[in-house]
C-alpha cells in the first residue's frame, strides 16, 4: 500500500523560507515531486526529480525553490526560499511508480505580506 506523509507547511513572512519533506512508501518511485493549487485556481507544476536526479520546475519558481530526494529515505524535499505571498496554496506530493501517480494528501502554506 503507498503512503505519502507531507509534512513542514505553516505561515511564513514574504521573503521567508520553508522547507517541505515528503516520505513515500510501499513501491519504487521514478518521479517525486510537488504539486500546488491556490484558492481559485488550477493545480500547477512546482518541481519534479527523477530517481537519476534530473530536475523539472514550474517557471513562477525558478530560481527560488529547490527540489532533492533522498532515495534510501523514498523522500522528497522541497526548499523554497524568498517566499512571495502568491506562493501561498496547498502544496501536495506527487510519486509515480510504472502503473500510476499517487498524490499526497496536502500542506498548507501562507505566506503573508
Known amino acids: 500500500q503507498v503512503q505519502l506523509v507531507e509534512s513542514g507547511g505553516g505561515l511564513v513572512q514574504a521573503g521567508g523560507s520553508l522547507r517541505l519533506s515528503c516520505a513515500a512508501s510501499?513501491?519504487?518511485?521514478?518521479?517525486m515531486g510537488w504539486y500546488r493549487q491556490a484558492p481559485g485556481k488550477q493545480r500547477e507544476l512546482v518541481a519534479t526529480i527523477a530517481r537519476g536526479d534530473g530536475t523539472n520546475y514550474g517557471d513562477s519558481v525558478k530560481g527560488r525553490f529547490t527540489i532533492a530526494r533522498d532515495n534510501a529515505k523514498n523522500t522528497v524535499y522541497l526548499q523554497m526560499n524568498s517566499l512571495k505571498p502568491e506562493d501561498t496554496a496547498t502544496y501536495y506530493c506527487v510519486a509515480d511508480t510504472v502503473l500510476r501517480r499517487y498524490w499526497g494528501k496536502g500542506t498548507l502554506v501562507t505566506v503573508s505580506s
Open positions: 510501499g513501491s519504487i518511485f521514478s518521479i
